[in-house]
């Protein structure tokens, strides 16, 4: 099996790529590697994954895509804050790429689609399913809501079978600080001494799921012979409030109390999904545990200071 994992040298389509390969499929990148990391790039080179350094965006997608059995579409922006203020750029390179990649897939291929929770917007319910309303409130939920569109509009005159993940709040090592999750801030401000910032009042509720888990799921949509759309968290939700004391203690660092500071546009209230369909499609579960994942975070920020 050729898989091709678009954004493959960012966060999650690098840990994707480096699983896979290890599984021994045959992985090729595609990433244009501006939003990328050292610690990702690294990760990719140890592993001596092939990397074609390109823009999806200018590239001539059909002559690119037709030598590949599976097509992991990972490449996105992905700052909630930024789409807010730049909404087009988010349109562009979220929604466009994905629609002009999917017209040219073929019925012997397979499309997997890095989706988001986003695309829910506030949930009517907690947790909430694949068949609750999706009602984007920002530019960012709205250009991955539009990518989900392309991929089954398309597989509708391509006849090809289509994976889409709606992915929970993801962490793990090598995320970009620039455009990092909540966790990877929180351990960065730690780092310094500084106490974590929280925005709003800290009962906003987030469902985090670890990287590794991510490419788990992956791999398990790989084999499958039909399509669908799945929630991909963890099942479980923490307030951000709660987050940034487990942090603290995690750090060793007690004396620090958090800082609040105004709620930020875009931001959900409540965030949490409910896994019972990949569970029972997929056979999918997640393996780490937050307390688990978070400690594994700081042993590997102490192993990699000087």
């Known amino acids: 099996m050729k898989i091709l994992v678009t954004g493959g040298a960012g966060f999650i389509g690098s840990h994707i790529s480096t699983y896979l390969f290890k599984k021994g499929f045959d992985i090729e990148i595609i990433d244009n590697l501006e939003r990328t990391s050292p610690e990702n790039l690294k990760r990719i080179e140890e592993n001596n994954l092939r990397i074609h350094v390109l823009d999806l965006r ?74 609750d309303p999706v009602k984007p409130k920002s530019p960012y939920g ?100 709660d987050l940034a004391e487990i942090m603290i203690k995690l750090s060793g660092r007690r004396d620090l109390t958090p800082i609040y500071g105004e709620a930020r546009p875009g931001d959900i209230k409540l965030s949490i999904a409910d896994i019972t369909r990949i569970k029972e499609d997929l056979g999918f579960t997640p393996d780490i545990d937050l307390v688990e994942g978070l400690s594994e975070l700081f042993r590997e920020d102490q192993d990699s200071r000087p």
């Open 58 to 131: 200018k590239s001539n997608l059909r002559t690119l895509l037709e030598k590949y059995d599976v097509i992991i579409h990972a490449a996105a922006y992905v700052s909630v804050e930024e789409s807010v203020y730049n909404p087009w750029i988010y349109i562009e390179n979220n929604f466009y790429v994905t629609e002009r990649l999917t017209r040219y897939l073929s019925n012997r291929q397979k499309i997997i689609y890095l989706s988001s929770a986003a695309v829910y917007g506030e949930p009517v319910n907690i947790p909430v399913k694949e068949t």
């Open 142 to 241: 709205l250009s991955k809501l539009l990518g989900e569109k392309s991929v089954i509009r398309n597989s509708v005159c391509n006849r090809y079978k289509y994976f889409i993940f709606r992915v929970f709040n993801v962490y793990g090592s090598g995320q970009n600080r620039a455009y990092a999750g909540v966790i990877t801030v929180f351990l960065d401000r730690l780092r310094n001494n500084s106490p974590p910032i929280i925005y709003g009042d800290g009962s906003n509720t987030r469902d985090f799921i670890h990287v590794r888990d991510v490419t788990k799921a992956v791999y398990l949509a790989l084999d499958k012979n039909f399509s669908g759309i799945y929630n991909l968290g963890s099942g479980r939700g923490i307030t951000i409030k």
